[in-house]
């Protein structure tokens, strides 16, 4: 048994699964110190159950807590980047794209150091301890706790950044280290930024988790604890303690997973429709498709793996406003049980649409008696509208596909959408993102660039074993090891052939799999 | 607008016109974008003098980067690579540089003769060889109509430099450089096409970084104010005309030899309802094909745009369900000669197509 959350912006979701199972569920409303609402959302979970929680093998948590204070700006470390690259790497400085207040929330210091490779992995420049040293010196003496570490090419090798960790230890010990290798992949400035995002975000992460921890120690339960990633894999509350801004956009990630695993379908469109916006992304092989374009978080550019997405502005709370009826983008949210018509409030509301419409039944229906049929039809009509345009934005051919309806407002939607082969809505649909969290997986990838010498079959098949090394110290039970994704592309305007490959490995959490209740 | 300064608010503007110029390649400007601002912010000018501005015995040469756009996009440029492989060739020539002439303006390209012009403290000549992007380094009209690709100098962040002398031709030149790149850390400085002023006037193709920038200011006056269209913006700063309205229904893409080809077909809407368009490229857009017949080839422009903000969509970013519009702008005179066909017509790319000018193409 374990037990799956999702802490969104407005409701924490929560599921017991045993296996392939949903035993209990809940919706309850996020609470600004995340734990409280979480400890909640457990213990109605246990009580309903009944089960006893020594029978837990895992708890998994999916958070957009780090990403709301980035995007708040608040309780974030005094940081500093450290980039290793000179005489290259020197041309644009650290800090310099982001915007002023979020560079001044975190003290946006920086220096650069020698150090770094090659692309073919020969010495860019000797790394100098005493060099290192003395600016690890400076910045403790300016005030920093938090550093992040880049050197140029780390993602082919984290020697030199490893090296500098061992430094910092050496010279100041209560300095959290954040090293780019163990972030990203290539691309300097963007793994850099989600470098420095993590370090600012580690002590928050510290006391985050360690608030989560203490709470299932106070509820008895002593199952292992995991955080989700953005790409649907887990991480073990250590590394979430290390490692706070692998968790950011996790959650479309979780309700998209969660709707491959309820629905059966591993390739389909999934439309999660919330209270405010919805969101479409496309699923491949039960993962979501990954976006091309640059991720940016707070207005800063990262490298991350993001959902391919389009958002919407129709969720179950949106106003409803005209005639010719205009829906959102703005929705009266959580207060929808209290604001919306079906629910004894003033404010006509999408789900009020619904209701007259006949499609849904939610709520009071006599209270929608007073809309008139004929505007909610045409209200029908544009909610149908919205999402077919997002739906053949998403779309990457012209051929039907299915698509799976999930979320708290799914009943928005009708049966039939153009460009869909058919609508499928699991049961469970309402808390999807938190089977999600339940049923993740851990992962191990690699991305690097190798001379074509040695021919591309042997290059890919070195990366995959890579890969699946990687997956299994991350705690997969070997045997359960696939291979997801795999990436080549001959590197461009080279003289000598060179291949970029990156591969993703994920398998069964051994915790999960040694209880044998995931297939 | 003879001599002008670019500003920060031109440079945005020049990205943006540069990547619509850059026919779908050309590179990623955002790096580019960062350094030139940064210099701009520390006190440096860049100041652009008219093609016809420039005196007949003023030295020139390009300077730009030359290697794996995915190993620069790591290894960032330390900062004076390109500076260096100007000096290098100054030293070798004897001469001062009195001004950079631009390589190509399409795309990330375009913004490296601004960082060498700042840091020089030289202007940089309101030209380049292109009026767009190209593939490779001998589809530029300097080597075209004559310029000698050597003497050639290349310089790397960490102090070595290379001159070239003399070679037999463009196509040497390339091969024997780019092993040296790889040598000196996959992506380097390059000073190259030194030529007068004279030489500059016959062979560059003038006014295109004020194109660029009129076209970027158009497109960001559009986004601004919400009366103005887009498309109308840019076709009057390019002189061209629309050639397609649609959606990307299907996108057949393939990387062999260090080039993305591949073909896009797209759905027509309004005014294009019910036919189709087909678009060949390699890294740019090359052929555009409605209802079977050519409309469009290279060397004149095929530009995509996002249909809503003007957007333009490069290669790498195709997918289905785009809505765009597909703008045919008329390429430079010098484009369009014998033996500069030779080098950037159809048949330079595979398609046994003769060269129609888009504007007879109807």
Known sequence: MRIGIDVGGTNTDAVLMDGATVVAKIKTSTTADVTSGVVTAIESLLRSSGIDRAELRAVMIGTTHFTNALIERRRLAPTAVLRLGLPAAASIDPFDDWPADLRDAVGGRWRLAHGGHEFDGRELSALDPAEIARIVRELVSDGVESLAVTAVFSSLTGETEQHVARIVAEEAPQVAVTLSHEIGRVGLLERENATAINAALRPLATTTVGSFRRSLGELGIDAPLYLTQNDGTLMSADMAERYPVLTFASGPTNSMRGAAFLSGLPDALVLDVGGTTSDIGALVHGFPRESAVVATFGDVRTNFRMPDLISFGLGGGSIVRGEQPRLGPDSVGYAITERALVFGGDVLTATDLAVAGGRAQVGDTALASGVDPALARRGLDAMRAMTEDALDRIKLARDPEPVIVVGGGSILVGDELAGASRVVRPEHYEVANAVGAAIAQVSGEIDRIEPSDDGRERIIERARCAAVDRAVANGAVPGSVQIVEIEDAPVPYMEKRMLRVRVKAVGELTDVAAAGSVA | ?362
């Open chain 2, 1 to 362: 607008m003879s001599n002008w300064q670019v500003d920060e608010d031109a440079l945005e503007s020049i990205v943006i016109g540069a990547a619509v110029l850059g026919t779908g390649g050309g590179g990623n400007p955002y790096v580019g974008r960062l350094r030139a601002r940064k210099l701009l912010r520390a006190g440096h000018a860049i100041e652009v003098v008219a093609l016809e501005d420039v005196p007949d015995d003023w030295s020139l040469c390009t300077a730009g980067g030359m290697g794996a756009p995915t190993i620069a996009v790591e290894k960032i440029a330390g900062g004076s690579e390109t500076t260096d492989a100007v000096r290098a060739l100054e030293d070798h020539v004897g001469q001062r540089i009195d001004a950079i002439l631009p390589a190509e303006i399409g795309g990330g390209n375009s913004i490296e003769p601004m960082i060498v012009a700042a840091n020089l403290g030289i202007p940089m000549v309101d030209a380049d060889g292109m009026g767009r992007a190209f593939p490779t380094m001998p589809m530029i009209t300097y080597f075209i109509y004559g310029i000698s690709p050597f003497p050639c100098a290349l310089a790397d962040e960490k102090g070595n430099r290379i001159v070239y002398p003399q070679g037999v031709d463009d196509y040497w030149l390339e091969r024997l450089a780019r092993s040296s790149a790889v040598q000196m850390g996959g992506f380097v400085g390059c000073a190259v096409a030194y030529m007068s002023g004279a030489d500059a006037k016959r062979t560059a193709i003038g006014g295109t970084l004020s194109r660029a920038r009129a076209l970027g200011d158009r497109v960001r006056l559009a986004r601004a104010v919400r009366d103005e269209d887009v498309l109308d913006g840019i076709l009057a700063a390019t002189g061209g005309r629309t050639l397609f309205e649609g959606k990307i229904v299907d996108v057949e893409r393939r990387s062999t030899d260090g080039f993305t080809r591949g073909q896009i077909l797209l759905d027509g809407f309004d005014g294009d309802a019910g036919a189709q368009m087909r678009i060949s490229f390699q890294n740019e857009y090359l052929v555009a094909w409605r209802d079977g017949e050519v409309v469009a080839t290279v060397p004149d422009l095929i530009c995509m745009v996002n249909r809503e903000d003007g957007e333009p969509i490069t290669v790498d970013r195709l997918r289905y369900g785009y809505r765009v519009a597909i703008l045919g702008v008329p390429c430079s005179e010098l484009l369009r000669t014998p033996e500069a066909l030779e080098v950037v017509g159809p048949p330079a790319f595979g398609y046994e197509l003769p060269f129609e000018p888009m504007e007879v193409v109807r």
